[in-house]
């Protein structure tokens, strides 16, 4: 832990795998942008500016209490369920330290270095927490299933975060048909296999068996998905940048989201102003617009 909270650099690997998770977060949270809990957690934080230096809220220009800025994007960030996930006795998304590590940065005028020690210290924290303490024992977790989008992916030989699941799309009569015929068995062999404590030898996968119309039957299993640490091909910069492009096209323009790439290889090397190039550079003005029709809350 000392190379986490202490002064000095952290270890190279570490600091660039929080590199990627900066980048991850981004990603997920500019593809919610305009989501209902995420524009209305921009709102509420929207209702506590502040005369101090403040932190920023992805999707305006203000400057929030850091609370409230850690509030509204870790919305953001966690609206999808699609960033980072860490498993051992019990589940987590150690990403979800970044929004409020973020806000308190701006808010003391810490650097990029400081930023980054900060992050490594509560991934590290994180994961001892979820190694040696199992809250899902005492039900105090929840699991989401999302076996609906495998036979969008069985037809469609893709998957999108948001096209995948629209409505349209959910009720072609060939999808529900394929639908029909998927049957789900436990096996208490993978289930075992789900709730290994080590993490090196949890398994999240399974077994799929495929019959086809004239009968040949196709089988074929997978413990981790292939971008999983252990897997065949796990993710690395390159790959954590094209899911930052892939999930921000349509959002950002093609020269914000290089910048903003540029920016995170930088983390270190920031100084305290640098780290509002964190926030990528979104149409303010469209926000501002969506956000206009929300109806009047608390604040």
């Known amino acids: 832990m000392q190379a986490a909270t202490g002064t000095e650099e952290p270890a190279s690997d570490s ?17 919610a942008l305009l989501r209902r809990p995420v524009a209305v957690a921009r ?15 992805l999707g305006t220009v203000a400057r929030v209490s850091p609370e409230w800025a850690a509030w509204a994007n870790g ?28 806000a308190v940065a701006q808010h003391t005028g810490r650097t990029g270095a ?19 303490i199992c809250l899902h024992a005492h039900r105090i977790d929840h699991v989401a299933h999302l076996g609906a989008a495998t036979a969008c992916g069985l037809e469609d030989g893709t998957w999108h975060h948001e096209r995948s699941y629209a409505p349209d799309r959910a009720r072609r009569p060939e999808t529900v048909e394929l639908w029909r015929r998927i049957t789900t068995v436990e096996d208490p062999e993978w289930t075992r296999r789900y709730h290994e404590p080590d993490p090196a030898r949890r398994a999240f996968g399974g077994r799929a068996v495929v019959t086809l119309a004239d009968a040949t039957v196709v089988e074929d299993e997978l413990a ?26 349509g959002i950002l323009a093609p020269d914000a989201r290089t910048r903003f790439l ?6 270190a090397d920031l100084d305290a102003d640098g780290l509002d190039a ?6 303010i003005a469209a926000v501002t617009a969506h956000d206009a029709h929300l109806p009047k809350g608390l604040f």
């Open 75 to 102: 919305t953001a960030v966690r609206e999808l369920d699609f960033h980072d996930t860490y498993l051992a006795a019990d589940y987590s998304h150690p990403g979800d330290n970044i929004p409020p590590l973020l």
């Open 15 to 31: 600091a660039a795998m929080a590199v990627n998770r900066v980048i991850d977060n981004a990603a997920v949270a500019v593809a």
């Open 278 to 283: 964190l926030f990528p550079a979104v149409d």
């Open 224 to 249: 981790v998905a292939d971008a999983h640490p252990a897997g065949a091909r796990p993710f690395r910069r390159p790959d954590y940048a094209a899911k930052f492009r892939t999930l921000t096209e």
């Open 43 to 57: 709102a509420q934080a929207l209702a506590h500016p502040t005369t101090a230096r403040g932190a920023s809220a």
């Open 262 to 267: 540029d920016t995170a290889e930088r983390l």
């Open 114 to 132: 400081d930023l980054l020690r900060g992050i490594v210290a509560a991934y590290e924290i994180h994961a001892a927490l979820v190694k040696g």
